[in-house]
């Protein structure tokens, strides 16, 4: 056995994790993964050579270099399946729940913010529906769910850019701050929730490890469409709703490619 250890700078939440265990799940000398996300480390247990294990991870264009490979006495463990699919479920039905809410609450205030936001929280749930859908199935059942998930969230940041910039060209009413902050404050607390669930989980396949980044991306969100609530009053101006509608869509698009990428 192997231990081959990469460096995966732009590996940063467990959306990350999740794409590269489904991109490794199919190599037959891979035995084992363990991420630290926090370092941006990966450790792979293998047989074999690493050559064709970093090829791989490099489609996925997360920045990967081959720090080192060593001999191992990995013993492989066959435990934590169920156990992470019933979080994995948890996680999953928590983010699909906020976006709805996100999106309903963001049309009726009017809320590009609130609107991003609930895309982003469905980047996550097609993510976690991924890796939950791919497990026993087939190589082309994989790619296709994962190839329909990305041109769909294509779309809806397209269609979403072009209404932040159909909102900034023209005179629109102001959105509902009072509304914005409150969801946001809600999905905060999902999020926060979200966490507590993955420490409580003891497994060794990093979740743990992960979990103080695993929201960090979406707390950074929601406290940003807390604030733009809060300048949207103070300003009397939709501009900073309108901004950060931007950023949370530019991030939406980068999950979208990341996941085309990996149904190639």
């Not at 480390?41 to 050559?51: A, S, T």
Request: charged share 15%; with cysteine.
């Amino acid at each position: 056995m192997e231990k081959t250890i990469f460096n995966i700078t732009k590996m940063d939440c467990p959306s990350e994790e999740q794409l590269i265990r489904m991109k490794l799940q199919d190599f037959d000398t891979v035995k084992g993964l363990e991420f630290d996300i926090a370092n941006r480390k990966l450790d792979v247990y293998h047989n074999g050579n690493p050559e064709p294990i970093f090829l791989a991870l490099g489609t996925l264009n997360l920045n990967t270099t081959l720090v080192s490979t060593e001999k191992s006495n990995f013993v492989v463990e066959t435990d934590t399946s169920n156990k992470q699919r019933k979080l994995l479920w948890i996680v999953l039905i928590i983010n699909f729940l906020f976006f709805g809410l996100e999106m309903l609450f963001g049309i009726f205030s009017g809320s590009m913010g609130l609107i991003a936001d609930s895309l982003d929280m469905l980047a996550d749930s097609a993510v976690y529906a991924l890796a939950l859908i791919a497990v026993g199935g087939t190589i082309t059942l994989k790619n296709n769910i994962a190839r329909f998930a990305g041109y769909f969230q294509v779309l809806l940041a397209i269609i979403g850019f072009v209404e932040v910039i159909r909102r900034f060209m023209g005179i629109e009413a102001m959105p509902d701050f009072k509304t914005m902050i409150v969801v946001s404050v809600l999905a905060l607390i999902a999020n926060v929730f979200c966490l507590y669930l993955l420490q409580k989980n003891k497994s060794k396949e990093a979740h743990m490890q992960a979990s103080m980044i695993f929201t960090s991306n979406d707390v950074i969100i929601n406290s940003g469409v807390i604030v733009a609530g809060l300048l949207v009053n103070w300003l009397n101006s939709s501009y900073p709703d309108l901004i950060i509608g931007a950023i949370v869509f530019v991030i939406v698009a980068r999950g979208a490619y990341r996941i085309l990428k990996l149904a190639k």
